[in-house]
């Protein structure tokens, strides 16, 4: 089956910086990424995902690459902000259905 | 628009009970994945649904298993409850379909077993 290997498992940045979050799978036929970010005490919260027709997506301050070659896609953060603050979480899913596999995720400090 | 409803949002049962949760999707969506939540094994797939039927299974006991109603509404069932099985279960509503769709968690009910 499907596997998601995600890194750092923790990130520490100033107020400002970027934050970049990476993910590795191993399924070919994985074809949908979705991030997620969980706050304490919530559900996870869809925040981009990616098909994989799609090379890069945008969304205001977030980003996801994806490269199928070498099976990785990247969530990035630019100008942090404390409310950036919380567990992300990419996942991966063929065309079977909607199952997703989860990364280990990353949890993510931003410093003011 | 409604998100996605889990009731209750916390349980506290002792080993040997079963329990049952009910996730009600966002309206107009007809897929219903469930969840476990825990700190040493992270999120895992428990099930899918899709216009009452099962879709998808992830690799758990029999003990748990799950339905969904014509209204797309979902139960999840535990039975003979471990103390391992204490973890957050969380539902994800999808609007389904033949592709993948955007899913949309819910806050997730907390189950503790004593």
């Known amino acids: 089956g499907e596997n998601v290997e995600q890194h750092p498992s923790t990130l520490s940045v100033q107020e400002g910086d970027s934050a970049v979050i990476k993910c590795t799978y191993s399924?070919?036929?994985?074809?949908?990424f979705p991030w997620y970010k969980q706050e304490l005490g919530k559900g996870p919260q869809l925040i981009i995902d990616?098909?994989?027709?799609?090379g890069e997506k945008k969304d205001q301050r977030i980003a996801v690459t994806l490269n199928k070659t070498a099976k990785h896609f990247s969530l990035h953060i630019t100008e942090t902000q404390p409310e950036d603050s919380a567990v992300y979480f990419c996942?991966?899913?063929?065309?079977?259905?909607?199952?997703?596999?989860f990364g280990g995720g990353t949890r993510v400090l931003v410093k003011p | 628009k409604a998100g996605v409803t889990q009731t209750p949002r916390y349980l506290i049962k002792t080993r040997g009970q079963q329990v049952t949760l009910s996730c009600s999707p966002i309206?107009?969506?007809?897929?219903v994945s469930w969840y476990q939540q825990t700190p040493g094994q992270g999120l895992q797939f428990l099930f899918e649904?899709?216009?009452?039927?099962?879709?998808n299974k992830g690799n758990f006991p029999g003990r748990f298993s799950g339905r969904q109603f014509s209204n797309s509404r979902s139960e999840m069932n535990v039975s003979t409850l471990e103390l391992g099985d204490s973890a957050l279960y969380l539902c994800?509503?999808?609007f389904g379909g033949g592709m993948n769709t955007e899913a949309f968690f819910g806050q997730g009910t907390r189950l503790t077993v004593v």
């Open positions: 990616i098909r994989s027709n799609v």
């Open positions: 996942a991966a899913s063929s065309a079977a259905g909607n199952k997703l596999t």
């Open positions: 399924d070919s036929a994985s074809n949908y």
């Open positions: 649904y899709f216009s009452e039927t099962q879709r």
């Open positions: 309206s107009g969506h007809r897929s």
């Open positions: 994800a509503s999808s």
